[in-house]
C-alpha cells in the first residue's frame, strides 16, 4: 500500500465523480442508502443498547456504500447485499470491521459525553435520542457551544475512521494501523479534502435555499418537506457516493485483486 498525494483541485473532481456516478444509478444508490439509514434508525429504538448498535454499524455500512459506487463505476447494478461486503470478506476482516465499529461508537459517546459538560447533555439528548428541538433551545448559548465543542472534537475521529474501513476491507490492515494510515492520508492531502469539504457545503446549502425561494414562489409552506426530504437524500447519498473517489486517489491499489464486494 502506498499514499499518493493529490493536488488541491482533486476535492472538485472527487464531488463531480460522485454526482455522476449516483446519477448512473438514482434508484439503486437512493434505495441503498435509505435501507442504511433505516437500519440505523431501527437499532437505535432499541433501549439502552440501540443507539451504540447503530453506531458500531456506521463504519461497515459506510464501506457498503463505497463498495456499490465500486461496483457502479464498473457499469453493474449494485444489489441490497453489498451493504454487508465488510461482513462478507472472511473470519479476519469480519473481526477488524466489528473492532472499528465498538472504536467509533466509543469515540463518538465520548465526543458527546464531553460536549454534554457544557450544556448538561440537552444537545447530545437532541442528536442521539432525537429530542424535542425548538428555536428557544436552538438559541440557548450553552446548546450553542455543546455543538460546537462536539463538532470541533469530531472532527479528528471523522478523520481516523475516514479511510479505516476500506483499508481493512480492501488492504486487509489492522483496525489501529487503518485508523493511523486514515488520519495520516487526510492530513498530507489537507487542501484537498478542506476543498471537498467546502464544495459539499456550498451544494447543501445551494440547494437547501433553492428549495426555500421555490416553496416561497409557489406560496406554499407545507410543500417544503415534500421537496427538502427527497432533495436531500439524494445530496446525502451522492455525499457518500464521493468517499470511494477519496480513498481509491489516497491509497494505490492492492497487488493482488480481491473478490469484488457484493458479487
Not at 409557489?218 to 436531500?232: D, E, K, R, Y
Request: glycine share 8%; charged share 10%; net charge positive.
Amino acid at each position: 500500500m502506498k499514499l499518493q498525494i493529490v493536488p488541491p483541485r482533486q476535492g472538485v473532481l472527487w464531488f463531480k465523480q460522485g454526482v455522476r456516478t449516483f446519477l448512473r444509478q438514482p434508484l439503486a444508490f437512493t434505495g441503498l442508502f435509505f435501507m442504511f439509514m433505516a437500519a440505523v434508525s431501527l437499532l437505535s429504538l432499541l433501549p439502552v443498547i440501540g443507539t451504540p448498535l447503530a453506531l458500531a454499524l456506521l463504519p461497515a455500512a459506510t464501506l457498503g456504500l463505497m463498495a456499490a459506487t465500486q461496483i457502479a463505476e464498473q457499469g453493474q447494478f449494485p444489489m441490497p447485499q453489498v451493504l454487508i461486503a465488510g461482513f462478507r470478506a472472511g473470519k479476519d476482516r469480519l473481526r477488524s470491521m466489528v473492532v472499528l465499529g465498538v472504536l467509533y461508537a466509543v469515540g463518538f459517546i465520548l465526543v458527546m459525553g464531553i460536549s454534554a459538560t457544557v450544556d448538561g447533555g440537552q444537545f447530545a439528548r437532541v442528536y442521539l435520542l432525537g429530542g424535542e428541538l425548538s428555536p428557544e433551545v436552538v438559541l440557548q448559548g450553552d446548546f450553542q457551544s455543546a455543538a460546537l465543542v462536539a463538532m470541533v472534537l469530531y472532527l479528528p475521529l471523522s478523520l481516523l475512521f475516514w479511510h479505516a474501513p476500506a483499508l481493512v476491507h480492501w488492504h486487509g490492515i489492522t483496525p489501529m494501523k487503518s485508523l493511523f494510515f486514515s488520519a495520516v492520508a487526510c492530513l498530507r492531502n489537507f487542501w484537498a479534502f478542506t476543498v471537498f469539504g467546502l464544495v459539499w457545503m456550498a451544494a447543501f446549502l445551494g440547494v437547501a435555499m433553492s428549495v426555500a425561494i421555490l416553496v416561497s414562489l409557489l406560496g406554499s409552506p407545507a410543500l417544503i418537506n415534500a421537496i427538502m426530504f427527497p432533495a436531500g437524500l439524494a445530496l446525502a447519498t451522492m455525499f457518500f457516493t464521493s468517499f470511494y473517489f477519496t480513498f481509491r486517489d489516497c491509497f494505490e491499489a492492492p497487488a493482488t485483486t480481491e473478490p469484488e464486494p457484493g458479487a
